[in-house]
């Protein structure tokens, strides 16, 4: 069983930037594939950004293409979510997920682990 542990959600203006953590245990990091969803209230799951086991291979919603990055450390076993020019439409429950296999999908069904989500907030 792999757990999966989110950090680094908090309040920031707009504009303001915030770095969001993931570490998940129990399993070998770099066989993993790691990505970042998020929630807003009354609103479904969706994918934010994702990075390969294998090749590092990066993808990101349209949404914050531009603005996020998203990188791993196989050494430290975590996975990090850098967010730059923060808007309110940005404010959602963010969760950090693991999968086996070595592709980016962006539906959650495929994910196969799931952190308990960190709030990020953005006001206005």
């Known amino acids: 069983q792999v757990q999966v542990v989110e950090s680094g959600g908090g309040l920031v203006q707009a504009g303001g930037s915030l770095r969001l953590s993931c570490g998940a245990s129990?399993?070998?990091?770099?066989?993993?594939?790691m990505g970042w969803f998020r929630q807003a209230p009354g609103k479904e799951r969706e994918f934010v950004s994702a990075?390969?086991?294998?090749?590092?291979?990066?993808s990101y919603a349209d949404s914050v293409k531009g603005r996020f990055t998203i990188s791993r450390d196989n050494a430290k076993n975590t996975v990090y979510l850098q967010m730059n020019k923060l808007q309110p439409e940005d404010t959602a429950v963010y969760y950090c997920?693991?999968?086996?296999?070595?592709?980016?999908?962006?539906?959650?069904?495929?994910?196969?682990?799931w952190g308990q989500g960190t709030q990020v907030t953005v006001s206005s």
């Open positions: 997920a693991a999968r086996l296999g070595s592709s980016i999908v962006v539906y959650t069904t495929f994910w196969n682990y």
């Open positions: 129990g399993r070998t990091f770099s066989s993993l594939t």
């Open positions: 990075i390969s086991r294998s090749d590092g291979s990066i």
